[in-house]
């Protein structure tokens, strides 16, 4: 049996237990304490750190709970053996592409015995299951209908209820102008073959969302940097780059935009418009974060200020409610591109299903994504201020990095170029996962560049990720 | 008030209601009886058939739940203001091309006033509801898991259990050479993607599932037809066609194909088989159907009979529990296509959703399915065989149809050549759809065809409608 060493703060938040519960985490992370480890009994424990045993039983329980330690019973409790299995371990990080690096992240999610701030996944701890499974069970009056083909257009049901909740945001919208989507990322797969070519240019932000860039790349088409300061795309340039490359479509995240957390003002918002309807340039605006503000509510979406119907709306539920309702929207006022796109997904899936659609419908009806808002956005806003604090406290000079005022990521700039990975897969030696910056660029960069994302990771783990991740850049530079 | 005329058959089955509900349809779908038409009371209608009171409200309890007819208390009963709704009917028959007719039939099986024969699909009323919402309800239990994103490859409970499923079929397979998918179609889409550029040949039967032409022309490939008789595809074709245009693969549907019913022979399996180890070509193999056989069981899978992996085998729920499931799967043994397929799926959705890929896993697991399958088989036996029977007495001379052992659909071609989709017009006018065989065939034939779907309309229905038909190709003949 090893011993743990533990750095406690006995006074106030976290709960202690919760305290000892990450710190282990860090331990079993960083290899301290390999799989099969046998932790110290709960009186043993208790006595060294001079808790109650009530203490250390809740923290052996919450690791228990994680998967990360396995209770046997009259022999004690283990590092679980499925922590850093290496098998997956050994596939992470080979490829830095958009694809590899999605790929990756969305495994990581599920490896016991890495702290993951890789993926931008709200907590899994404030999923509204309750009243969505009630809303499943009420579906099940319309159970014939839901269970048989759905509308490739979406369920009309959900559909209507879309329309009512955008008006507020400001959308005038009808259900026949709304498309139900299997996310957002359909929605652009299916908008960027509908408006190109095999070789036709678009304008994308550098950085961007890797999905949209593996989207495009894997569609060829040719991809345009936009440059990014800290109200959102530099206008001037973009409106060179419209002259010179005549691109099919530019694609935005105006708000909380996607890896910087950067919102763009209503000024900068209404001279991209005034450019859309100058060179008749389609606008993908992609508004997943939107609803999760954390200080002032953002200005008017494109698509409500857009007088032209040059914007194509993108929103989900994956990011305000649970990624795996796999359930997103399109509006878009132009009938020739929404029948494109209808034919285009009908050669894609057949839609659906509708029950998920039906069931997300009666939740929205019940007005439970409100209430659900007015929950997770305190939570969250807490979250990225203890994410900040720990940059400021635990990076080296010379690191930079935004400040997002909603969203699930923050952008870090390190001073220089490091081998292509290589802070990527150590961190990852030690338990701790980001998102490399290269899989969101798609040229390389003078600098090193990575996505850090706070929403499914407490505060405590939150501060212990961060300085884990500071002691390995101090490390190698 | 307008005067009803029936023809009841007072001896056996099917009950007096259902007939007297079904001839009213009739009388409702081709025009008879207007949107709006007040039907007798209960009372008139019993004392002009000689029936009891009791009957006639049973017929009309039905035709309610079926949306045909309203009830307006105080005021009586009368057809739904619903009743074929002219802005869908004139949206249909437009566009004979597969998309064009793909988007009909979904949007023809919500259409009251319409008895559509037209989409394979099965029963609602026999969907597995109890059963599959105890499932969602155990589900309930891993709902932070499910609700999170899945493995991009589908829920690895789900693809345990497949595993275990097609063990029992003949095909040994790892989860791991399983991918779930949204319905077949995606697998299709996904590997004419993965195997193909633009312009690549491809081979097809004549005719096919109108799914995999829209796709495959969306996809811009060249399309060379493989010819059928009554035991699959003429090998000694195929072998020339293969020779000749070097195609990307052949995509077959050996058990009860679509839209012919036909099913492979043994020796033709075998045969096929040979030409793919010989050419190393590509087979898809689409089995959807395979599990709903009237006859005797079908042969052995290509995909078990496949000593080379030419086989990628996919198959889906929508045929034999609910198409709104939008659940399929995918088998392959070469890992290389299965990582360009996972990469592609990336680029198009982020799979699940994990709740239905879950709760599919729970039915299956109990049992479900063979339960289900045991329930079903003679429901639809009893269809294909009232099908075959009324084509016998109601079609005229001339015309032919194949004799599905198996699946939803039959094949039926006429003596001539109409005006492209004049039949199908003319058979929506008078409240009955099939499906215009242009759809199924990438260019067009001497013969004029169409195809019969006998799942989800009743022996009584089926019976009238085909009367209908019959009706109408004498009067254009």
């Not at 036709?200 to 999905?211: N, S």
């Not at 009666?362 to 439970?368: A, D, E, I, R, Y």
């Not at 000079?397 to 400040?403: E, I, K, L, M």
């Not at 500071?470 to 530079?477: A, D, F, P, S, V």
Request: with cysteine; aromatic share 8%.
């Amino acid at each position: 049996m090893r011993m743990l060493t533990f750095d406690l703060n006995r006074h106030g938040k976290p709960s202690l237990y919760h305290q000892i519960a990450e710190q282990i985490k860090t331990q079993i992370g960083n290899g301290r304490l390999p799989a099969n480890t046998r932790l110290p009994t709960v009186r043993q424990l208790a006595d060294q750190l001079g808790v109650t045993r009530l203490t250390v039983q809740n923290a052996y329980a919450e690791l228990q709970a994680d998967g990360w330690v396995e209770a046997v019973v009259g022999r004690g409790t283990f590092v679980s053996r499925s922590v850093q299995p290496h098998a997956i371990l050994d596939k992470i990080g080979r490829r830095l592409t958009a694809d590899g690096v999605l790929d990756d992240i969305l495994q990581l999610d599920h490896v016991v015995g890495v702290r993951s701030m890789a993926l931008a996944h709200p907590d899994d701890a404030f999923f509204p299951i309750d009243e969505f499974w009630a809303g499943l069970n009420r579906v099940r009056g319309d159970a014939e209908s839901v269970m048989s083909y759905t509308s490739i257009q979406g369920d009309p049901q959900l559909r209507v209820v879309l329309a009512d909740m955008v008006r507020e945001e400001g959308i005038t919208a009808v259900p026949e102008q709304i498309m139900i989507i299997s996310g957002a990322m359909q929605g652009i797969a299916l908008i960027a073959q509908a408006h190109t070519r095999p070789g036709d240019t678009v304008l994308i932000d550098a950085p961007t969302f890797l999905g949209t860039l593996n989207i495009l790349h894997a569609q060829n088409l040719t991809l345009i940097n936009v440059p990014l300061d800290g109200e959102g795309p530099c206008l001037d340039t973009l409106e060179r780059l419209i002259q010179r490359h005549r691109p099919r479509f530019y694609y935005a995240i105006p708000n909380y935009h996607n890896p910087t957390g950067i919102c763009m003002s209503l000024a900068r918002r209404e001279g991209l418009l005034q450019l859309a309807q100058r060179y008749q340039l389609p606008i993908i605006e992609d508004d997943i974060y939107g609803k999760l503000y954390y200080d002032a509510p953002p200005p008017p979406l494109l698509k409500a200020l857009d007088p032209g119907d040059h914007v194509i709306y993108l929103s989900s539920f994956s990011k305000i409610l649970m990624p795996g309702l796999r359930t997103g929207y399109l509006i878009t006022h132009n009938d020739a591109l929404r029948s494109r796109l209808l034919e285009l997904r009908r050669a894609t899936d057949l839609g659906g299903p509708g029950l998920v659609q039906r069931a997300t419908a009666v939740f929205l009806q019940s007005g439970g994504l409100k209430r659900h808002l007015r929950k997770i956005r305190p939570i969250y806003k807490q979250r990225r201020d203890v994410l900040l604090e720990a940059m400021q406290t635990h990076l080296p000079h010379g690191v930079s990095w935004t400040r997002p005022s909603g969203g699930f990521s923050a952008w870090l700039t390190l001073p220089r170029v490091f081998a292509p990975g290589e802070l990527y897969r150590t961190a990852l030696q030690r338990g701790f996962a980001f998102t490399p910056g290269d899989a969101y660029l798609p040229h390389s960069d003078e600098n090193d560049h990575f996505r850090l994302c706070f929403g499914n990771q407490s505060p405590t783990a939150i501060r212990a990720g961060v300085k884990v991740l500071g002691q390995i850049i101090r490390e190698k530079m």
